[in-house]
């Protein structure tokens, strides 16, 4: 049975279906010797020769849903050209081939997962399923409220505006050198877009930490450390990335765009 290639190369666990897209159209994909850069193409799993970078696809044994603690000074790739450490140095025991969904910055540190399962990386990566990230940040400086309102509202940084944010002050510590903490709930995961919003409003982040994706949290588990992710947790989190938004009521709509107006 012929299959899209980038379903079946997601499907091994090798990347997820939009990083699985740019690998063909890079022409780092064979099939039965012909190198396909055209998305669409189909091939039969079970009888082509696919390969990735002159590897051949196989169809993963099982599916694995790991959640990691990741410790700052670890790069959020399968493998680094400056040959710096990756998180799969932290998966000590794990066989199967397993991707990060997302990214944390060389310098952050949190919560992230990965998996092999391509379906549900698509859903947890593509901005409309709207699935929650969130941060606690330690800041230079204490943000008043005009900042935490700018940063809720939405920031624009480099031409284009953010989606809104939940944004809190959970504490703060005035001395000679002021710092606070802010938890940020953002639902798109734009490059280094918490340190970015903080840099924006000119509160910098000393610290970045993830402490949740979507509903999956975990303060027990140690920098470093990693599980499975229970059957329940995966089904929430499969969960997470659906969304039925309801349409917009008419009596809304003037009131809105008055708000929109004056926000702008």
Do not use: C, W
């Not at 698509?122 to 929650?132: D, I, K, N, Q, S």
């Not at 409220?145 to 920031?155: E, M, T």
């Not at 809190?168 to 510590?173: G, I, M, N």
Request: hydrophobic residues 30%; charged residues 35%; aromatic residues 2%.
């Amino acid at each position: 049975m012929e299959v899209r290639l980038q379903k079946i190369i997601s499907a091994a666990g090798i990347a997820s279906r939009r990083a699985a897209e740019k690998l063909i159209t890079e022409g780092r994909v064979q099939v039965n010797g012909a190198t396909v850069r055209e998305l669409g193409t189909k091939a039969d799993p079970d009888t082509d020769d696919i390969r990735v970078d002159e590897r051949r696809v196989k169809q993963p044994q099982r599916q694995r849903y790991l959640l990691l603690n990741k410790p700052r000074g670890y790069v959020t790739t399968r493998s680094d050209p400056e040959h710096r450490p990756t998180v799969l140095d932290l998966l000590k025991g794990v066989r199967e081939y397993v991707y990060p969904v997302g990214r944390l910055d060389f310098d952050s540190e949190g919560l992230l997962l990965l998996t092999n399962d391509g379906d549900l990386a698509a859903t947890l990566m593509h901005p409309r399923h709207e699935v929650e990230r969130v941060y606690e940040a330690h800041v230079l400086g204490v943000p008043d409220a005009h900042d935490i309102d700018r940063l809720s509202r939405g920031i624009v940084i480099e031409g284009r505006r953010t989606s809104p944010a939940n944004v809190e002050l959970l504490r703060e510590r005035r001395t000679d050198g002021d710092t606070s903490v802010l938890r940020v709930t953002i639902h798109e995961g734009r490059t280094r877009q918490v340190r970015k919003m903080a840099d924006a409003i000119g509160h910098p982040v000393r610290t970045l930490r993830r402490v949740r994706i979507g509903p999956i949290a975990d303060k027990g588990l140690k920098p470093g450390s990693y599980r499975e992710l229970t059957a329940e947790e995966v089904r929430k989190l499969k969960h997470s990335g659906i969304r039925t938004p309801s349409p917009p009521r008419k009596t809304d709509t003037k009131r809105n765009t008055r708000t929109n107006r004056r926000s702008e």
